[in-house]
């Protein structure tokens, strides 16, 4: 690998969504403007979460190395006035489940990796991790009534803004997400 200077490194190593995230927010606050922070992670979805974070906030993503199992993410820290976009438009768990009962027309666009969406989702739901979102959302109805679920509300934060800017209109962001989803599930692990 070539030698990078960096500023700080983070180890988020072992660590899944959100915590990489959380622990590179609380990280960069630490840097000046244009200081380089190093982020070594083995969670496969870090990449995309990390170069949406940065383009919502204003840090710039330089690149990932991949070094054996880890993977080393670049992160310029952008100017000091950093505001982080979020989506305008939320529902919560209970709100939804009303929602699934009234059996309405909706989209459920689950954006977890495929391994999450295997062992636990909401039955009827489609499966887009956040990472292929890009190349398949012309498979999606921009006209369709839909409720983006992650497992924390963190990742389908970003997929409803991407989602909002690319024309969908009625994008919701489901919070707080899976890890307290006390509707039905359904997992395809036999």
Same mark, same amino acid.
């Given at each position: 690998?070539?030698? /990078? ?15 990489? /995230? ?5 990280? /960069? ?9 190093? $982020? ?21 993503? $330089? &690149?990932?190395?991949? !070094? ?9 820290? &952008? @100017? ?13 768990? +209970? ?6 009962? *009234? ?22 739901? $489609? *499966? $887009? ?23 924390? @509300? ?7 803004? !991407?989602?909002?800017? *690319?024309?969908? +209109? ?16 359904? *997992?395809?692990?036999?």
């Amino acid at each position: 690998m070539t030698n /990078i200077q960096t500023d700080k490194v983070l180890d988020a190593k072992g660590l899944a969504c959100p915590m990489p /995230i959380v622990k590179t927010k609380k990280t /960069i606050n630490e840097l000046e403007p244009g200081q380089v922070l190093e $982020i070594e992670a083995t969670d496969k979805g870090s990449t995309a979460d990390l170069k949406a974070w940065c383009e919502n906030t204003g840090h710039q993503y $330089i &690149g990932t190395v991949h !070094k054996g199992n880890v993977i080393h993410h670049f992160v310029r820290k &952008g @100017g000091e006035e950093i505001k982080e976009i979020q989506h305008p438009h939320l529902i919560d768990n +209970e709100d939804l489940a009303k929602k699934l009962g *009234s059996n309405e027309q909706i989209i459920i666009l689950d954006v977890r990796e495929p391994s999450e969406f295997a062992f636990n989702h909401i039955p009827g739901a $489609i *499966s $887009i991790p956040f990472g292929e979102l890009d190349q398949r959302m012309s498979n999606l109805n921009k006209g369709a009534e839909m409720f983006v679920i992650c497992r924390t @509300g963190n990742r389908s934060d970003l997929a409803a803004q !991407k989602l909002t800017q *690319s024309g969908f +209109e009625k994008v919701f962001n489901v919070v707080p997400g899976m890890t307290e989803w006390k509707g039905q599930t359904k *997992s395809l692990i036999t």
